[in-house]
């Protein structure tokens, strides 16, 4: 069962319930899959609101790994989620968000995050 508190996210791929969280070294991998040369650019990339198949592929996976997981790339490529490709963009959406932080928990005037509001 996923712990928000730690930022898992559940997800059913391939038809079996998984935990994802994309932790320091998930992120270190992203970080060199992706060509990020760090946390803030990696951060940056996913704020343009732009995913490719290939990055999909890649944070899915990585949050798999973080999880615990042994499942390559291209094992995740292959794996089925019910709703097709609108399913993938939103199961990253919410693992990212688990990771960074949703908009809400930045103040009122778009600065930075709030601490005290993720809990």
Request: charged share 20%; with cysteine.
């Amino acid at each position: 069962m996923a712990n928000p508190l730690r930022g898992e996210i559940s997800a059913r791929l391939g038809g079996r319930d998984r935990t994802l969280c994309l932790t320091l070294g998930a992120l270190a991998e992203l970080e060199a899959a992706l060509g990020a040369g760090d946390l803030m650019a990696l951060a940056a990339r996913f704020e343009a609101g732009r995913l490719s198949a290939r990055e999909a592929i890649a944070i899915i996976g990585a949050g798999l790994r973080g999880a615990g997981h042994e499942i390559t790339d291209a094992e995740v490529a292959r794996l089925p989620i019910d709703g097709g490709a609108a399913a993938y963009v939103g199961l990253v959406a919410d693992l990212l968000e688990a990771t960074f932080g949703a908009a809400s928990t930045a103040d009122p005037d778009g600065g930075a995050p709030n601490p005290t509001a993720a809990g």
